[in-house]
């Protein structure tokens, strides 16, 4: 057996072990998940995403005489699609935030809806992943599309206000609502109940409903990205594996970053002109790979670089964010005006 066919075997058992742990084991009972139980599962999802980048770093490299090999570069464009594919996530954990809220989804239901949005979300990427590896194998103008995109959303990113969205009000739970009947005021525990023997989508369905295109939508830039770093620039394929599991670690991490952020997340605001600046460079560097006669010449960044790059701009909007304190809202001018009362006697 190869190392290639190895690997996946581990990352599958891996993934496996935890999902039946978490829903048969540790969640079967639903319950509220706490800062310490969230800041736990988040580190030993980053520790197991990490050590899986260990095991393919000390692997023999990939040479000629051995295609199926990993090695420090292959590690290195794992490690860049995690770090992408985590950083981007940070926006779905702000939308799950307003989904929850808006919806009146309670905290100890939530740990559920995110378990079986994530399981959606592993099959639901593994059919994109697998379908943009091929695509960009033969279709090399692709990288044109999907470079452009990200360039276009960054930039959109960058320039986009603080609007948040209200998901009573959106068009997909309007859909759902006229193709199923959905009992609102019943936010879970259940996704189906039936009452009067007729059987009701609750709003905890509609919730999970939701969080699955919202995860589609984040897709379409986020797993560009991470081809882009993932791409080897000689042959302009990418091993599915890598992307894979750079984008799954990150998925599983995702449920406990949510909790243990959910109190947080507002405190990063810069986060989102990091994002916007990281995807721009990868749609650049996407297009790079192939150029643009007459405009842009060749050229490839090395990984270590685009490592480099995505960490220091990440590390740059959180201290910014940590240092520069939103100004408060100022008083209207009759409040500033109003002379002091006097104390009551």
């Known amino acids: 057996m190869d190392a290639h066919t ?5 990352f599958g058992a891996v993934i496996a072990t935890v999902l039946a742990l ?9 319950h509220a998940v706490s800062l310490r139980e969230a800041m736990m599962w988040s580190g030993i999802w980053i520790l197991i995403a990490l050590a899986y980048g ?3 770093w000390m692997l023999p490299d990939k040479s000629p005489g051995n295609p199926d090999g990993f090695g420090s570069v292959v590690a290195q464009r794992y490690l860049a699609g995690y770090v992408i594919e985590l950083a981007l996530s940070v926006d779905n954990l ?10 009146g989804i309670k905290r100890e239901h939530q740990h559920k809806l995110l378990f079986w949005g994530v399981f959606g979300a592993l099959v639901l990427r593994a059919i994109f992943i697998f379908a943009g590896v091929e695509l960009i194998a033969k279709f090399h103008w692709l990288m044109y599309v999907f470079g452009g995109v990200l ?5 959109k990113l960058l320039f986009s206000g603080d609007k948040e969205m209200d998901p009573k009000k959106s068009l997909i739970i309007r859909v759902v609502s006229r193709l199923l009947p959905v009992k609102p005021e019943i936010g879970g525990p259940s996704f189906w109940v039936t009452v009067d023997g007729k059987r009701f989508a609750t709003m905890l369905f509609v919730a999970l409903f939701l969080v699955e295109f919202t995860d589609v939508v984040f897709a379409i ?14 042959t302009r394929k990418a091993d599915p594996l890598v992307v894979y599991a750079s984008n799954a670690f990150a998925i599983m991490g995702l449920r406990s970053l949510y909790f243990a952020l959910a109190g947080i997340m507002a405190a990063f605001r810069f986060l989102k ?3 916007a600046v990281i995807l721009s460079f990868v749609g650049v560097k996407m297009i790079g790979m192939l150029g643009i006669p007459g405009v842009m010449p060749e050229f490839k960044v090395p990984i270590h670089w685009s490592l480099a790059v995505i960490g220091g701009v990440l590390g740059l909007t959180i201290v910014l964010s940590l240092l ?19 104390a009551e006697k």
């Open 221 to 234: 830039d986020s797993i560009p990205a991470v081809l882009t770093v993932a791409l080897d620039p000689e």
């Open 324 to 342: 520069i304190k939103p100004k408060p809202p100022e008083l209207p001018p009759e409040e500033k005006e109003l002379p002091p009362q006097p």
């Open 22 to 30: 978490d829903l048969f084991v540790l969640h079967k009972k639903p």
């Open 151 to 155: 360039i276009f959303t960054g930039i």
């Open 6 to 10: 190895t690997m996946w075997i581990v």
């Open 273 to 275: 002109y990091g994002l």
């Open 94 to 103: 702000f939308v799950f935030a307003v989904i929850f809220t808006s919806l």
């Open 54 to 56: 260990g095991v393919l």
